[in-house]
């Protein structure tokens, strides 16, 4: 294959994995719920919601079972495929 396909299934797998680190991260800060008066806290909050709510809001518009009991697992569906994702495209390239 050609060196261009493999360099973009390599800044895709990078974005995917950028992607993952901030769901978890978003993940984690929605059960801490760090200081909000912090204006680096705020916008670090601010900047990962914008970033990871429109795909929570699509998987809980289409998988409206993924909210049980007040728990949001919308993030673990989005990892699930995003995981899906990523060794999909890194098996098809290289082999």
């Known amino acids: 294959m050609s060196a261009l396909i493999y360099a ?6 990078t974005v995917i994995n950028l992607y993952i680190w901030m769901i ?3 993940a984690l800060l929605s059960f801490v719920q ?3 008066s912090n204006p680096t ?5 601010r900047g990962l919601y914008r970033l990871t709510e429109p795909a929570f809001a699509w998987v809980r ?3 409206p079972f993924v909210l049980v009991g007040g728990i949001d697992l919308s993030p ?5 495929a995003l995981q899906f994702l990523d060794t999909f495209l890194l098996k098809l390239v290289y082999g």
Request: glycine share 0%.
């Open 8 to 13: 973009l299934v390599s800044v895709i797998h």
């Open 24 to 26: 978890i991260i978003a």
């Open 34 to 36: 760090p200081n909000p």
């Open 41 to 45: 806290v705020r916008s670090i909050i």
């Open 61 to 63: 518009r289409k998988m």
């Open 76 to 80: 673990i569906v989005i990892l699930l």
